[in-house]
């Protein structure tokens, strides 16, 4: 139990402590390949460091949501961690308490305070921001719904450990099923982080943002608490996708501290592939217009209903 | 026994991203975007060939992988790209007559229904099935492209699309089929894109747009 306990803790720590990294990674790699010198990679560091610092300046018609959102925020994706593979292939003891459909709906209670806090303060960017990023992830919700639905048919599981057990051995991992349901995920998890063909993270000042629109308003303490949230609420989703769907190896089969070393640096280097990924993506794609993120969902869609077709055809 | 295992799931594999590439054809609202999802196609449709070729050991599947991808995945689109180069000017956004979620639906739907007429022939292993269904998939859409879209050079790339669509079902079904067909029907391919790519440039001279919409009234 006691060990149980301290590799959760640690997932925790690696999750706390390098999600801000993998945004870091992003930043840079986004600006080398658009022939930029860019940040330096601990610049999100730098940012939360200095805006913790900071005092927080809440609007007088705000109300208690206003300034219990953040917390709400930043907590959610450290329960998510407890339900999901992060570095053991073997379940801890919290892993029955949910499974993938739960942990969706964890994440997304967050959002679901961000959206009211941002129409708390009246301000008319809050409202904008919550009504678009209602929008988008209502749009994005069957597409979870259908790869949860082919995960559960090819591994007669939605829970992540089972998942991702079942998916290690060889027979599923070529499938087309498992190809398309992977790019479908891929495209969700663009879409509700806020990057590029759905929103642009690299702006707070343009008439088309979605999420920085929501969080307008805040300042400091709760600022830095919202910052690395979403960076957390990232490295999460791609740890799902990195460690449930695409490449179920590298993590740790037992609780000794080389194995989950290693682990955490098979992690990590995953993290880099994705943050490459993500970074050629944004360098070379532009935003959508809005009312076309509906095609882009669309599509992905088609994609993931595609996958359980394939999957039904028995191939 | 394990290589055509791995060779099957290979295929399967190619097959699906061969119809995710058709799916792109269709989200592709540039005419370039178009373009590059079919040079991406039959670049998937020779790695389907040069799968089987490695199999079965047909010399002439090598052939064929090599003639599909000079003339298919780099000589037309080429040849596209020089006749949108040269004369046209609305590259970017096309007019569609169906709006773009209907077109993807429809083409969901048109699997399916590639799905329900393939997934009953006998004689087929799983993923000769697969290739199949992504072939004759393909084809649907493809005709599906040639209808939904107004300008002629998506309209030119549909055709090419269920073209790709009909090698690969071929691909699929009968892996020795005469090389001087394949040959035949590439070069048929090139001679009709050359002369679509003429009549292209005479509509953009005519008409001063590639909008097959525009163009109705017969004149004898």
């Not at chain 1, 005092?55 to 907590?75: D, H, R």
Request: overall charge positive.
């Amino acid at each position: 139990m006691t060990k149980a306990i301290i590799l959760n803790l640690v997932q925790f720590l690696t999750v706390l402590l390098f999600a801000p990294l993998v945004k870091g990674w992003i930043n840079r790699l986004k600006a080398v390949f658009q022939s930029r010198r860019g940040p330096s990679v601990w610049q999100p560091y730098h940012d939360i460091f200095k805006l913790l610092g900071k005092q927080s300046v809440i609007p007088a018609e705000a109300s208690w949501i206003f300034s219990f959102a953040p917390y709400i925020y930043f907590t959610v994706p450290l329960v998510v961690v407890l339900l999901i593979p992060v570095l053991t292939t073997f379940p801890l003891f919290m892993a029955f308490m949910g499974d993938m459909l739960g942990g969706g709906f964890v994440l997304a209670l967050g959002g679901f305070f961000l959206v009211l806090a941002a129409m708390d303060t009246g301000s008319a960017f809050g409202g904008l921001g919550s009504s678009r990023a209602r929008f988008v992830s209502f749009m994005a919700e069957p597409v979870l719904m259908m790869v949860f639905f082919t995960v559960s048919l090819a591994t007669q599981a939605t829970i992540p450990y089972i998942v991702n057990k079942t998916l290690a051995g060889p027979a599923l991992l070529l499938a087309p099923s498992h190809i398309l349901m992977v790019l479908a995920f891929f495209l969700v998890v663009l879409a509700e982080t806020g990057r590029i063909p759905v929103d642009n993270p690299a702006t707070n000042q343009e008439l088309s943002m979605i999420d920085e629109a929501r969080v307008m308003e805040y300042s400091g303490r709760h600022l830095a608490l919202l910052q690395w949230g979403s960076a957390m609420k990232m490295f999460v989703l791609l740890t799902i996708w990195w460690n449930v769907l695409v490449t179920p190896w590298g993590l740790a089969a037992s609780a000794a501290p080389a194995a989950v070393g290693l682990a955490v640096i098979v992690l990590l280097a995953k993290m880099a592939v994705a943050a490459l990924l993500i970074a050629f993506i944004e360098g070379t794609l532009a935003k959508l217009r809005l009312l076309r993120v509906a095609e882009y969902l669309g599509a992905a869609f088609v994609v993931s209903l595609l996958a359980v077709i394939t999957y039904t055809m028995g191939v | 026994m394990f290589h055509s295992l791995v060779a099957g799931r290979l295929v399967d594999s190619l097959a699906t991203l061969f119809l995710i590439s058709t799916f792109a054809s269709v989200v592709a609202r540039q005419m370039m975007g178009c373009v590059y999802a079919y040079a991406t196609q039959s670049l998937l449709l020779t790695a389907v060939a040069l799968t089987l070729a490695v199999v079965t050991g047909a010399p002439h599947l090598y052939l064929l992988a090599g003639l599909a991808f000079f003339v298919k995945a780099l000589f037309i689109p080429w040849l596209l790209k020089r006749t949108i180069h040269d004369s046209v000017h609305e590259k970017r956004e096309l007019s569609f007559y169906f709006g773009m979620p209907a077109s993807l639906i429809t083409s969901g739907i048109l699997v399916v229904v590639a799905w329900a007429a393939t997934s009953n022939l006998p004689n087929l292993g799983a993923a000769a099935l697969a290739a199949l269904n992504a072939g004759v998939g393909t084809i649907l859409i493809g005709l599906w492209t040639m209808i939904s879209r107004r300008e002629a050079v998506p309209q030119v790339v549909g055709l090419l699309c269920a073209e790709n669509g009909l090698m690969m079902a071929a691909l699929a079904t009968v892996a020795d089929l005469p090389l001087i067909t394949e040959i035949g029907i590439l070069l048929d391919l090139v001679a009709g894109v050359l002369i679509m790519g003429i009549l292209v440039r005479h509509m953009v001279a005519v008409g001063r747009t590639t909008d097959t919409a525009k163009f109705q009234r017969l004149r004898g």
